[in-house]
C-alpha cells in the first residue's frame, strides 16, 4: 500500500515500537534519516532499535551514531509494531535482515525517494520521487506528526538534504530540499557539516585521487569520460570508493562531458559502476538495465562482466 504523510503519521503516533534501518552500504542521507526518527520516536517513549544492514563506513562517524545505531546481527532483532526503511524501496538492499523484520515486526514501511521499481509489489511505501532526499520526507512527517525538531534531529536531517543534494546541487525540484533546510539551519553548524562531509582528504588521498584524474578516457566524440580501477590500484593510491566519486565528479566538471562512469573491480568479476549524467541524459534506466539503480543525474550497479566497449555502447542509446 502507498501511505501518504497523513496515514503514516498517525500510523506511527499509533504505533508502540520500531525497528529502523536502510539500505546495504549505508549513506548520510538514511543514516541521517534514521538518527532523526530514533530521537525523536525515543522522546515520545516509543521502544526502538536502529540497525545498519552491514558496517557502517567510518567516513560518517562525525554523525555521531555509535550508541544508537547497530549493525544488525542474525537474531537480533527485537519484535515490533514496524520497521520503517528508510533511503530506498527495494528489499534486495535490505537483506538478510528484511526477511527477519518480516518474521518479527507486525509491518515494513518504505520510506523514500527513488523511482519505485515495477518487479517490486505488495510493500508499503511512503514515496516522493521529487524530494531530494529521503531526509526531506522525515521532515514532512515530523511537521505532520507536530513534533519539536530538537538540535541533534535538526542536525541529522540537515546531514541527510546535504549529503544528497551534494549542497543543493542535485538536479531534482530543490524547493523542498530549501523549504526544510530554512527550518533547519539556525541549529545547525553549517560550515562543520560542511567540512565534514566534503574535506576529508589527507595527503596520500588527495595525491591518489590526482593519479586518478590522469587516467581519464574518453569516447570517440568525447562525450563520455570515465576512470578504471582495479583493487590494486586502489590500494595503491590510498584512496577510497568516496575519493574515487570526488574524481568523477571532478570529471563532470568538463563541459563536453555528458555522462561519466567510473569502474571499480572490487573483486575479480565483480565491478562496481558509478554513472553520473548532465543536462537531459538520464542514466537511472542504464542502471537499471545492469541490475542497479537511483536518480536521473546519479546512478550505479554492481555488474559481473564489464568491459568499457560494453558500457560505452549501452551509453551511447541515452544520448
Ligand atoms: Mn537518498
Known sequence: MNFNSIALSEKILQSQSFVLTTHKNCDADGLGSILAFHHV?????????????????????????QDFVSVYQKNQVATADVALIFDTNDPRL??????????????????????????????????DENAASTGELC????????????????????????????????????????????????????????????????????????????QVQYSADQKVAFIECDNDSFKKLGVSVFHILDALDLVMKQKSVLVGFVSIEKSPGQYKLSFRSKQSVSISRLAEELGGGGHEHSAGATVKDYSKEKILGLIKKWI
Not at 515520545?44 to 557502517?56: E, F, M, N, P, Y
Not at 518480516?102 to 514515496?127: G, R
Not at 541533534?152 to 538536479?171: C, K, N, Q
Not at 523542498?176 to 574535506?199: M, P, R, W
Open 41 to 65: 520516536l525515543t522522546k515520545l517513549g516509543k521502544k526502538v532499535q536502529s540497525l545498519a544492514v552491514d558496517d557502517i563506513s567510518k567516513r560518517y562517524d562525525f554523525m555521531n551514531h
Open 94 to 127: 535490505v537483506e538478510p535482515l528484511y526477511s527477519e523484520l518480516k518474521q518479527k515486526t507486525k509491518t515494513q514501511i518504505f520510506i523514500d525517494h527513488h523511482s519505485p521499481l515495477s518487479f517490486v509489489k505488495d510493500i508499503n511505501m511512503f514515496l
Open 139 to 214: 521532515y514532512t512527517l515530523f511537521e505532520e506528526m507536530k513534533v519539536p525538531v530538537t538540535k541533534e534531529v535538526a542536525r541529522a536531517l540537515y546531514i541527510s538534504i546535504i549529503f544528497d543534494t551534494g549542497m543543493f546541487r542535485s538536479s531534482k525540484n530543490l524547493s523542498g530540499a530549501f523549504y526544510t533546510c530554512s527550518k533547519l539551519c539556525h541549529q545547525v553548524d553549517i560550515n562543520q557539516i560542511y567540512e565534514e562531509l566534503f574535506c576529508r582528504y589527507d595527503q596520500i588521498s588527495w595525491k591518489g585521487m590526482m593519479d586518478l584524474l590522469s
